[in-house]
């Protein structure tokens, strides 16, 4: 999370440190203002102070080229002069409100564009990758080639510098609303999860995780899949999860008998659905409010039961392998006991528990992740676990942290300011809309295919963002659906590419933890997180799912869900409990009937209950009837001797 923050010269990490420290101090002034001044600080130069705060530190902690451990003169240069723009159109913020300086009217406002929307390009591609980099210039720069494209995909003629402009200095650009949604929501939950992460409660988790789990068979992969939930949730970057967490996982789940494949698999997903796992989740989610007008706890809720869901299959995958192989948990003698893990980790439980509450129950979205901080540091000094080593830790992860997500957020505004600029976003939301008229399912696998592909452009944030103002309204409008659940369902189709081949980023990176073949510990990942690939289509169609309904539809299709991913990773893996090892032409058998069953459809759960019964009491009896036949043949070798 440090980058490459240990190998800067000391006045560098004093840049580092310092901008932190002045970041924190800026976020709490505009959100909670002061009785000394009395003023509010304007909102535009609010987010300009941010950038020229945190998007400089994106040159000197990631290298522009792999294995650079020093920053070289052009990472200070790209820094220095980010801070000084920054700066500067946070000082022309009131004038930027009164006249917008949308078309320049300054030669200088134009090469400031032109050197922020490099330095912006350049951010996404040390942190979001080549790919992510191309695919924000070539949309930013939609509206230049857009009068030579046909049909819906036409634009009006505008001059370079209006499209820069636009680009740049507009609300709808660069501090359009993923830099709004940053600057007043996220920052304090990644302030927060630095400050959680810095002062040991990835490591807390850990240990509960293993004083839980541990024993069970298959603990290690158990506790890989608890822990990586809960860190992923405090991280929010699937990445860092896979490192953070599989660097200690992997291996332990290598030595009690789990496949390398496997093992780097089951890490990778558990580290992928972590980003939208409550309480925290992940940037999406903020977005995902502001975008549709919503209490950020109510995207919480929402997503709960599709989080536990798809645990709940990770947990059965392991279980049953383990079952299958044998394997059994780790010794209790190299476990932390679960009284001292527990007394350890309460003050960081304590603080999650209030920040739901606050989340919840409260709705301090914006100030919920203060309040916590502001909790959890006594709590750690009454344990005698505050230092200034975990404060400068804090910090420096903070100032990694906001940087990194500025890299990735400020792209997307520039995203969109080209698609909002050319009108094209509207025009393509009625396009699909004409289509679904003739065929709703073609609109949602154009909408599947759409958001796996931007996933593996780098981001999730970015295609979430373009189809929740393109494919989104369409949904909507076509299916009736619940806008909730179909921003999810675009969410959870845009991280998917993390586990899927060729990109899975995630599995790929587990690999090479595991030492596995980095294609074979992707197809693992797709067979172990199946049941993701199908979730967003049972609560997309029925909205209990995401909490929306009366308590008895919630807990009857709640538990058709669970009971049909549950055979459904009976037939994956081939074994079952209290069947035993299945019979080959009996594994599709429970993988289709066990969707069928989940699908949200009575008439589906009807036709799939009734076999899937039927198999399993077959099964049930053959293996009672062979159990006899042993005990008699074990009973007349007795008499026999």
Known sequence: ?????????????AWVLLSAALGIGLVLYYLFGTPFTGKALLDFSYYWLLVALFLPLTFLLFPGQGGEARPRWYDYALGLGTLGAGVLLAWH?????LRPWTTPEAPWQVVLALFLLLAVLEGARRVGGLGFSLVAFLLAAYPLVAPHMPGLLWGPPLPWTEVLGYAIYSTQGLLGLPMRTVGELLVGFLILAAFLVATGAGEVFLRVASALFGWTRGGAAKVSVVASAFFGSLSGSILSNVVSTGSFTIPTMIRSGFARAY???????????????PPVMGAVAFVMASLLGVPYGQVVAAAVIPSFLYYLSLFAHVDLYAAKHGLRGLPRAELPPLARSLKEGLPFLLVLGF?????????LERLAPFYALAALLPLLFLQGKLSWVNLYRGLVASASLVSQTLALILPVGLILAGLVGTGVAPALTG???????????????????????????????????????????ALVRLGEFVPLAVHLFIAYWSMLSAITPPVAVAAFLAARLAGAHPMAAGLEAVKLGLAIYFLPFFFLFEPSLVLHGDVPSILYHFALAALGILLLVGGLEGHLWGLGPLPLWTRPLYVVGGILLAVPETLTSLLALPALLAASLWLWSRRRVAARKRASLGGSGERKR
């Open 1 to 13: 999370m440090e980058g490459r923050f240990p190998h800067l010269p000391a006045w560098a990490r």
């Open 93 to 97: 913020g009131p004038s930027m409100v």
């Open 263 to 277: 093992a780097a698999g089951v890490e990778a997903c558990a580290s992928t659905g972590g980003v939208l796992m």
């Open 355 to 363: 920040l739901v509450f606050a989340l919840l129950y409260l709705r």
């Open 431 to 473: 396009a699909l809309v004409q289509m679904g008229q003739a065929n709703l399912f073609l609109v949602l696998l154009v909408g599947v295919a759409i958001a796996f592909l931007l996933g593996m452009a780098g981001v999730m944030v970015a295609a979430y963002i373009l189809l929740a103002v393109t494919l989104a309204p």
